[in-house]
Nanobody, 123 residues
Framework: QVQLVESGGGLVQAGDSLRLSCARS??????MAWFRQAPGKEREFVAS????????DYADSVKGRFTVSRDNTKNTMYLQMNSLKPEDTAVYYC??????????????????WGQGTQVTVSS
């Protein structure tokens, strides 16, 4: 069993930065990821990172602005979000898989999800 708790969301202005955290407890896992869901839209992939943190993957919409990382000594994954845009407004979820070692952009392989944290970017 894996428990995930996100934090760090909030209301910011366009161009500002935020850092989200995802605290993990329970058994070890492999790939972790961030997804987001805006009102009326499907949940979409944002970024993922492997167990060692050596490999990352980003959605085109955030590449160059967001950075995903993890600190396994603290059992925490991070998402540094810079140059935020109003279209980044969404509930951000962290996810983890204990079955796969390769990164994926689809929701199916992820076994565990956090409750989400709201990010709102005003123009």
């Amino acid at each position: 069993q894996v428990q995930l708790v996100e934090s760090g969301g909030g209301l910011v202005q366009a161009g500002d930065s935020l850092r989200l955290s995802c605290a993990r407890s329970g058994r070890s896992n492999y790939v972790m990821a961030w997804f987001r869901q805006a009102p009326g839209k499907e949940r979409e992939f944002v970024a993922s990172v492997t167990w060692t943190g050596g490999s990352t993957d980003y959605a085109d919409s955030v590449k160059g602005r967001f950075t995903v990382s993890r600190d396994n000594t603290k059992n925490t994954m991070y998402l540094q979000m810079n140059s935020l845009k109003p279209e980044d407004t969404a509930v951000y979820y962290c996810a983890a898989t204990v079955r796969f070692t390769l990164m994926t952009r689809t929701t199916g392989p992820y076994d565990y999800w956090g409750q989400g944290t709201q990010v709102t970017v005003s123009s």
